[in-house]
Nanobody, 122 residues
Framework: QVQLVESGGGLVQAGGSLRLSCEASGRTFSSYVMGWFRQAPGKEREFVAAISWSQRTTYYSDSVKGRFTISRDNTKNTVYLQMNSLKPQDTAVYYC???????????????WGQGTQVTVSS
């Protein structure tokens, strides 16, 4: 069992930056693939980024590539999402998730956090 708690969301102007954190409980954090997803009002939850347990492999959606960076610190059971050059269309609730395979498919993730709101004003 893994419990995930996100933090770091907030209100920021377009062009600004935020760093999201997701702290996991459980002794097996380092064995999980970690992902970030987001869901805007009226839209489906979509993939943002993922990172393998070894940090050797990362994936990004085309919409955030070059602006967002995913990283993890297995000693702190924490995964991060550094978001730069934010746009109003990045506004959403951001969720972190833990799974066993590096995938962009949300069905591949077994555990989810409660989410943190990110709002980007124009």
């Amino acid at each position: 069992q893994v419990q995930l708690v996100e933090s770091g969301g907030g209100l920021v102007q377009a062009g600004g930056s935020l760093r999201l954190s997701c702290e996991a409980s459980g002794r097996t954090f380092s064995s999980y693939v970690m992902g970030w997803f987001r869901q805007a009002p009226g839209k489906e939850r979509e993939f943002v980024a993922a990172i393998s347990w070894s940090q050797r492999t990362t994936y990004y959606s085309d919409s955030v590539k070059g602006r967002f960076t995913i990283s993890r610190d297995n000693t702190k059971n924490t995964v991060y999402l550094q978001m730069n050059s934010l746009k109003p269309q990045d506004t959403a609730v951001y969720y972190c998730a833990a799974g066993r395979a590096t995938t962009k498919d949300r069905l591949g993730y077994d555990y989810w956090g409660q989410g943190t709101q990110v709002t980007v004003s124009s």
